[in-house]
């Protein structure tokens, strides 16, 4: 739905207030013969969103050690312009703590770039 531009625009700005977490980008890229994850956008502003975390599940470590493992689910709301594509590698830095993890396929609405994310590691 094509909205008009002082519409779209109000709402992009109401939505750049949320934006107080910062994301890094890595895409793969091919230098000489490998494929290497190279950062394409630094400090970009984001609002990273709790959607659900999985039950607890038991994950050997080491032999007769496991440890209790719980991936989580989110989405991240970008500006419209920011180019986050599927299966870019993500690091979200969000309330003091890093966030890692994979990008989900983007959906660009008239307001934001929403981009499910699911995290395997947190620092």
Not at 20 to 39: C, I, P, S
Not at 81 to 87: E, I, L, Q, Y
Not at 116 to 121: L, M, N, S
């Amino acid at each position: 739905m094509k909205l008009p531009d002082g519409i779209r625009l109000s709402g992009q700005k109401a939505l750049s207030a949320l934006y107080r977490d910062r994301a890094t980008v890595f895409r793969k890229q091919k230098k000489a013969n490998l494929l290497e994850d190279a950062a394409v956008c630094q400090g970009l502003k984001c609002h990273l969103s709790f959607n659900r975390v999985s039950p607890i599940k038991r994950q050997a470590l080491f032999h007769r050690t496991t440890a209790a493992v719980s991936e989580g689910s989110y989405t991240i709301y970008l500006p419209v312009d920011a180019d986050v594509r599927m299966g870019d590698s993500l690091l979200i830095f969000h309330c003091g703590q890093f966030f890692r993890g994979v990008a989900g396929r983007p959906f660009r609405s008239n307001f934001c770039l929403a981009v499910p994310f699911e995290e395997w590691e947190i620092a």
